[in-house]
């Protein structure tokens, strides 16, 4: 007379564990068309891990932005690292991606942001299972460029 549907019963339980997080997709790719528009992500990731109490890691991340960051958007940036591997040479150099994936997997950092780097579908994938691994969000940001 009665069915149960315990995939519904998993899903209730399911959110309302905070212990377990919501959002299984450790890793994002974010297109932006501006400066603006980039610290306003870079804003939002803040905010998303300010609860965390860890660190949020920028990787080659546009300095405008971050400036922006505590002026118009009032955020703490003293849980804010930054390590910039561009050159005014090459403004896209390849960043080591065992570092990359060294830093997620050890859960150090609530969030690594990777600003303005190509990587293969393979290093992606990699990057993924890393940030799964250590629990760390890991974004990758592209500054979409006009012509």
Known sequence: MFNTNTNNISMITRTHNNNAPLNENWLQHTNVN??????NQYAH?????????????????EESSIEQLAKTHGIDVSKILMV????????????????IKSVLSKG????VIVSNTDFKN???????????????????LKKRLFH
Do not use: M
């Open 45 to 61: 990731i803040c905010q998303q891990h300010k609860q965390e109490k860890k660190w949020v890691l920028f990787i080659n991340p």
């Open 84 to 99: 910039n591997y561009k050159s005014a040479v090459k403004p896209q150099t390849k960043i080591d991606l065992e570092h």
């Open 122 to 140: 393979e290093e992606i994938a990699q990057l993924e299972n890393s940030a799964c691994k250590g629990r760390t969000q890991c974004v990758l």
């Open 108 to 111: 150090n950092c609530s969030a």
């Open 34 to 39: 501006d400066n603006l528009e980039l610290s």
